[in-house]
């Protein structure tokens, strides 16, 4: 018996749409291998088309007030909220997610920032009038920059998409959203919800690979082009970008230093710590993957943290005992084994260090110990279930190593000394300093890094005002 797959369409302008010259990839159910839908490969007509009915959406919806773009995302909010079972049904098949973690950890945030960002909307104002020249009055209005080209990663499908659409929108401007070429399903079903919500051609969606997101980004019609994704796809969007100049946000990769000190509640930490390092499988920018560790803790912490992960279960979406799912493709869990296969010799596996099954890209939760700071794997993303653990002797060592790389997104400072606490998050150079914790987020508050993590905010006010240009008017007051 042949299982029809489920066919998935682009959203353009308000109707669903095959690629115009009918290509189509497979998509692939990451927890067994195995094909599940397809997806259009769109091309520059695609992406054509999706841009003009942005442009073409984009004076309407400009046009709203405030109050009204308010109302029409908390409608999305209410309706994510009511088909909540569905999406993450979705979402599971689309990435091989824990359905309970999912349903749990992500859709309820999901739909908070959707709320939050339905409230920023009705805050989007200049400072006060005021007159700084002799019979002139100056005001300063913020607007919307336009239509905004859209990358979202494989991660966080449903979570990332609205961190890009939500402010946006909330922003008077018009979006075109690509979500990745192997997790299209969960954005492709938020379009069939929006669908009754919005305006037609205020949110659009264009599915396809690389080729589909470097045409949306080098198309003339973006004001703004918007990525979370790796250092590498960042860097081609700045510079396609630079070529019109078009303003760009971009999320990139993380390596978060996890700095444990010899007074630091030890249970608590190997606790939080595996729990923030193999949620999702580690397929996070934040994730707590680069421990460093007072010398005088480090082999009772790495003992503890050894037992922490081989107690850490990965598997099937519907075992409610597993923390985390598989990697995401073939190629991740071939980039996530290589790392550990290429460790030094001075290097020691602690726990883990192999896929979990034959069947789907599972990873076993792992930790690595006796590493140096140049080693391949503390200096660059894995982006996989792994954890690694040096040593340090004193304060001034611990920040040389937690600041000794190019990433510069999120960090984590462990101890009971106040002032230690301070010192450290003010000298870690990274977008956002945890103490005694790792990994929460709130829709309040920016998420965004340093270096080679990237520039722009999401989440918070300051992700909003991403969204907006300022504009000087000046009046005399002579009329």
């Not at 018996?1 to 692939?28: C, H, P, Q, S």
């Not at 630091?264 to 949620?279: M, N, P, Q, S, T």
Request: charged share 25%; glycine share 8%; aromatic share 8%.
């Amino acid at each position: 018996m042949t299982t029809e797959l489920r066919r998935l369409r682009n959203y353009i302008g308000g109707e669903f749409k095959d690629a115009a010259d009918g290509r189509t990839t497979e998509v692939v159910n990451p927890a067994t291998g195995e094909v599940y839908a397809t997806a259009p490969l769109s091309g520059q007509a695609d992406v054509d088309a999706a841009m003009a009915a942005a442009a073409a959406a984009f004076p309407g919806w400009r046009d709203t007030t405030p109050s009204e773009r308010q109302k029409a995302l908390l409608k999305i909010a209410d309706a994510f909220e009511a088909r909540a079972d569905e999406l993450v049904a979705t979402e599971s098949e689309n990435t091989g997610k824990p359905l309970g973690l999912t349903a749990s950890e992500e859709l309820p945030p999901m739909v908070d920032q959707i709320r939050f960002f339905a409230g920023a909307a009705r805050l989007l104002e200049g400072r006060s009038a005021g007159e700084y020249m002799d019979g002139m009055t100056s005001i300063i209005r913020r607007e919307p920059v336009g239509v905004c080209a859209q990358v979202a990663p494989w991660n966080y499908p449903m979570m990332m998409a609205v961190w890009k659409f939500a402010p946006a929108i909330a922003a008077g401007n018009t979006v075109v959203l690509k979500p990745s070429d192997t997790t299209p399903a969960s954005t492709v079903l938020m379009a069939e919800i929006i669908d009754s919500i919005l305006p037609k051609g205020v949110f659009n969606v264009v599915c396809g690979d690389r080729e589909t997101g470097k045409a949306m980004v080098e198309h003339s019609t973006p004001a703004m082009a918007s990525i979370t994704g790796s250092v590498r796809a960042g860097m081609q969007v700045a510079e396609s970008a630079s070529k019109d100049v078009k303003r760009v946000h971009l999320e990139l990769g993380g390596k978060a230093p996890v700095v444990v000190f010899e007074d630091a509640d030890l249970a608590k930490a190997v606790e939080d710590i595996a729990v923030a390092g193999y949620f999702n499988a580690g397929q996070d920018c934040t994730a707590a993957t680069r421990v460093l560790v007072h010398e005088s803790i480090h082999d009772e912490f790495v003992t503890a943290l050894a037992k922490a992960a081989a107690d850490t279960k990965t598997g099937a979406p519907d075992d409610e005992d597993v923390l985390y799912g598989p990697l995401n493709n073939p190629n991740q869990l071939k980039q996530v084994a290589g790392f550990i296969e290429r460790l030094p010799a001075h290097a020691k596996v602690e726990a883990g260090g192999h896929r979990v099954g034959d069947k789907g890209y599972f990873y076993a939760p792992t930790v690595v110990s006796g590493l140096k700071q140049d080693d391949e794997i503390i200096q660059n993303e894995v982006f996989g279930p792994v954890i690694t653990v040096q040593s340090f002797t004193d304060e001034a060592q611990a920040l040389e190593y937690a600041n000794g790389v190019e990433f510069a997104l999120a960090s984590s400072v462990w101890t009971k000394d106040h002032g230690r606490a301070m010192r450290m998050s003010k000298n870690l150079d990274f977008g956002c300093v945890w103490i005694n914790t790792h990994i929460p987020l709130v829709a309040e508050m920016p998420h965004g890094g340093f270096k080679k993590s990237g520039y722009g905010k999401d989440l918070s006010a300051y992700g909003f005002e991403d969204y907006t240009r300022i504009k000087h008017v000046m009046t005399s007051l002579d009329g």
